[in-house]
């Protein structure tokens, strides 16, 4: 069974960046579409981004699309989004897990524990 854990959240400054990372473990990764989601306090999650099983096709949320750049490394069976110029609205917990990805991002399995996202000076 897929098991993802997220990591490299923490506090950063508005402007700053971060790279955060999605290892799974239980099966190999490159055979599944792999995407992010938030939950910011107080709302609903949003779909940030995803990345197609085969080849180069992404999806981005409009909110993040110039600034998050995500990624995947097959052979490390992790899947990453590089995150520049936050901002105070990214503030969040962030996830990863196995999805739909084209015209928006739709979760389909279970998600990892997540990793916490601060941006504030």
């Known amino acids: 069974q897929l098991q993802f854990v997220e990591s490299g959240g923490g506090l950063v400054q508005p402007g700053g960046s971060l790279r955060l990372s999605c290892a799974a473990h239980?099966?190999?990764?490159?055979?599944?579409?792999i995407g992010w989601f938030r939950q910011a306090p107080g709302k609903d999650y949003e779909g940030v981004s995803c990345i197609v099983a085969n080849g180069p096709s992404t999806y981005a949320a409009d909110s993040v699309k110039t600034r998050f750049t995500i990624s995947r490394d097959n052979a490390k069976n992790t899947v990453y989004l590089q995150m520049n110029n936050l901002r105070p609205e990214d503030t969040g917990v962030y996830y990863c897990?196995?999805?739909?990805?084209?015209?928006?991002?739709?979760?389909?399995?279970?998600w990892g524990q997540g990793t916490q996202v601060t941006v504030s000076s």
């Open positions: 897990g196995t999805v739909a990805c084209g015209f928006g991002v739709r979760a389909l399995g279970s």
């Open positions: 239980g099966s190999r990764l490159d055979t599944y579409a």
